[in-house]
Nanobody
Framework: QVQLVESGGGLVQAGGSLRLSCAAS????????MGWFRQIPGKEREFVAA????????YYADSVKGRFTISRDNARNTVDLQMNSLKPEDTAVYYC?????????????????WGQGTRVTVST
């Protein structure tokens, strides 16, 4: 079993930056793909970014490509999401996700573990 706890959300002005972090418990963290999704009320949870088990492969949603960077530290059992050039449309609750597969995907149902989320609000 893997437990995920996000941190780092908050309020930021458009154009600013935030760094989200996800701390994972469990000895198998380094075997899992990790990812970030986001959700706004009334909409489905959408894929943001994913990173493979060793960190060599990364995927991004088109809407965040070039602005967000996902990274992981398997020694510390953490995965981070650096968000730059934030826009009001990035406002959402951001969720850390873990997959028992070694390479992640953009499909919600492919992910096995979820954190409770951290809120990000980008003001104009």
């Amino acid at each position: 079993q893997v437990q995920l706890v996000e941190s780092g959300g908050g309020l930021v002005q458009a154009g600013g930056s935030l760094r989200l972090s996800c701390a994972a418990s469990g000895r198998t963290f380094s075997s899992y793909a990790m990812g970030w999704f986001r959700q706004i009320p009334g909409k489905e949870r959408e894929f943001v970014a994913a990173i493979s088990w060793r960190g060599g492969t990364k995927y991004y949603a088109d809407s965040v490509k070039g602005r967000f960077t996902i990274s992981r530290d398997n020694a510390r059992n953490t995965v981070d999401l650096q968000m730059n050039s934030l826009k009001p449309e990035d406002t959402a609750v951001y969720y850390c996700a873990g997959s028992r597969e070694r390479f992640g995907s953009s499909v919600y149902d492919d992910w096995n573990y979820w954190g409770q989320g951290t809120r990000v609000t980008v003001s104009t």
